[in-house]
């Protein structure tokens, strides 16, 4: 709404100011009305996410990792729009339709471990809500399929079952391995061949490395998966490449492999392990949260 404003009164002082292309005025604003037609389906690889989320708090708090943390999580289903102007978004369509975690408590079980964040947050339910609050809202507008918060939550455990970068990738070879270098365009290459679509992926630099990060697919309205290209290049960072003849999205530095790191969890703690944490007044959640830690 607030950038929404923004743009009116952009517009508004560009009329009154004296236009000097009219055409392009009234047409940035038609673009500017135009409904989104596009929807991107996010998914987040748990171990750098932790890594960014660590790196933004300037933290080295341990992550929450979820039972099965070496698997592709659900991060959002969200709007965007094609066309001569590609725009990510609308963002925070309806923020008076507040998050209602009893609408969605049939599948809170499975959300807690398919669409979680790593971050430690106080409040349970903070992630959906602002996802909700962000996307769900946008996509409610623009999809039928997916006009309720139940609707929306189960269409993103339904995606990611259905489309899991976890075993796409896994089919081609593409394992978690700390030190196992992968190419961009093999990674591009499963989701492509399994899917028939264009992907967008996207890397953190760690250490001047690319380490995996999100993974983004596409679908149109009647939510037929569709090639990301239309969009991709508004993605921030993300450039186009062609290799032979695949056309790749990605902000991952091209000229380097890809890491996709693994969480290992150390099921040993030792005697020494517990008086120290005790010493420290960590509880014992705290104490096997920090030994997860320790050992990635
Ligand atoms: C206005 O913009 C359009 C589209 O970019 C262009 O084709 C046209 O020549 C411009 N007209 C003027 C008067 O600059
Ligand atoms: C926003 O959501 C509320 C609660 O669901 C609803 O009553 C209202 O009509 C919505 N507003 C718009 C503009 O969609
Ligand atoms: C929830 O998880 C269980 C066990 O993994 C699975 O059988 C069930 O289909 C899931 N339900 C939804 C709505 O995803
Ligand atoms: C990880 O990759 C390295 C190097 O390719 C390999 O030696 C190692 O066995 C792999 N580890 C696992 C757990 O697969
Ligand atoms: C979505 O894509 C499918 C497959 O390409 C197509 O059949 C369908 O008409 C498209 N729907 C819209 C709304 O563009
Ligand atoms: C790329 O496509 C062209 C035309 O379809 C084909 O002739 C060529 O062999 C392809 N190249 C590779 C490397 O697949």
Redesign the pocket.
């Known amino acids: 709404m607030i950038i929404k404003s923004c743009l009116i009164t952009v517009l508004v002082i560009g009329l009154s100011y004296g236009s000097?292309?009219?055409?392009?005025k009234e047409?940035t604003e038609e673009e500017n009305e135009a409904a989104p037609n596009f929807l991107i389906f996010s998914q987040r690889w748990p171990m750098s996410a932790c890594r960014a989320w660590q790196d933004r708090k300037r933290t080295l708090l341990p992550c929450y990792l979820s039972r099965e943390p070496n698997s592709w999580k659900v991060l959002s289903i969200w709007t965007a729009k094609t066309g001569k102007f590609p725009t990510i978004g609308p963002l925070f369509c309806n923020t008076s339709w507040y998050f209602n975690p009893h609408e969605i408590k049939s599948i809170a079980k499975n959300l807690s471990e398919d669409w979680t964040s790593v971050e430690v947050n106080e409040y349970k339910y903070f992630f959906w809500a602002f996802e909700w609050l962000r996307s769900g809202t946008c996509v409610a507008q623009v999809s039928a399929a997916l006009g309720t918060q139940l609707d929306y939550f189960s269409r993103g455990l339904t995606w990611l079952r259905q489309y899991s970068m976890t075993n796409i990738l896994a089919d081609a070879g593409i394992i978690p391995n700390n030190t196992q270098q992968y190419l961009l365009r093999d990674i591009h290459h499963a989701i492509k061949q399994k899917l028939g679509v264009n992907p967008i992926i996207e890397c953190r630099q760690e250490h001047f490395e690319n380490h995996l990060y999100e993974l983004h697919i596409c679908f149109n309205l009647t939510l037929d998966l569709v090639d990301c290209d239309d969009i991709s290049v508004n993605f921030p960072g993300v450039s186009r490449f062609t290799v032979n003849n695949d056309t790749l999205f990605s902000n991952c530095d091209f000229q380097k492999p890809v890491i996709y790191p693994e969480v290992v969890r150390n099921k040993a703690i030792s005697k020494f392990e517990i008086e120290y944490a005790l010493r420290r007044n960590l509880n014992i959640y705290n104490l096997l949260q920090w030994l997860i830690w320790m050992t990635l």
């Open positions: 000097e292309n009219a055409t392009q047409f």
